[in-house]
């Protein structure tokens, strides 16, 4: 069973910093795409960025390129979304998912595990 837990949402001013943190088990992490969504109210969710654990490989939405990095800690299985230069319409639930590698991890629409969310709140 894939799980997926997700930390470390909050509220921040506009140009502050955040990290989020996803734990998964040990077969997750070590063979699935693992990415990182968004969900506005009213809006789409949409990717952010994804990592392909076993090769490193990362992708990021444009909105967010520059400002947000990806990555993971093997010895912790737990994948980390860490948020600079944090704007007002960054504000949103934040996911973290996953899925087996059948297709590229940018390919946002893919992803069939799902954690939680956690809150992530800018403010001007």
């Known amino acids: 069973q894939v799980q997926l837990v997700e930390s470390g949402g909050g509220s921040v001013q506009a140009g502050g910093s955040l990290r989020l943190s996803c734990a998964a088990s040990t077969y997750t992490y070590s063979t699935h795409c693992m990415g990182w969504f968004r969900q506005a109210p009213g809006k789409e969710r949409e990717g952010v960025a994804s990592?392909?654990?076993?090769?490193?490989?990362?992708y990021y939405a444009d909105s967010v390129k520059g400002r947000f990095t990806i990555s993971r800690d093997n010895a912790r299985t737990t994948l980390y979304l860490q948020m600079n230069s944090l704007k007002p319409e960054d504000t949103a639930m934040y996911y973290c998912a996953a899925h087996p590698p059948s297709s590229s991890c940018d390919d946002w629409l893919a992803y069939k595990f799902w954690g939680q969310g956690t809150q992530v709140t800018v403010s001007s």
């Open positions: 990592i392909y654990n076993p090769s490193g490989a990362t």
